[in-house]
């Protein structure tokens, strides 16, 4: 099993920046894929950005070049970095673990307004 606590949301104004983290129960380098998911109100939840365990990255388009995800093994943390922020980014972002299943975080709310 894995647990997932994420941090570091809240209200930011539109360009500004923030960053989320993601601490694990177990060593990341054990997991197959961390990654960052968010749930707009009305909306599906959808892929932000993905990490795997050798270090390869995917992210949606909406945040490519605005969003960086990295991880930090010795901490057992995912971040997720966020710059140039929009209010459509606002959403409740969670945390995702794929080890032998999915594992979620609680969620943290982000808010993007002026």
């Known amino acids: 099993q894995v647990q997932l606590v994420e941090s570091g949301g809240g209200l930011v104004q539109p360009g500004g920046s923030l960053r989320l983290s993601c601490a694990a129960s177990?060593?990341?380098?054990?997991?197959?894929?961390m990654g960052w998911y968010r749930q707009a109100p009305g909306k599906q939840r959808e892929l932000v950005a993905t990490i795997t365990r050798v270090g390869s990255i995917k992210y949606a388009d909406s945040v490519k070049g605005r969003f960086t995800i990295s991880r930090d093994n010795a901490k057992n943390t995912v971040y997720l970095q966020m710059n140039t922020v929009k209010p459509e980014d606002t959403a409740v972002y969670y945390c995702?673990?794929?080890?032998?299943?999915?594992?979620w975080g609680q969620g943290t709310q982000v808010t993007v307004s002026s």
């Open positions: 177990r060593l990341i380098s054990s997991i197959y894929r």
């Open positions: 995702n673990a794929k080890f032998d299943d999915d594992y």
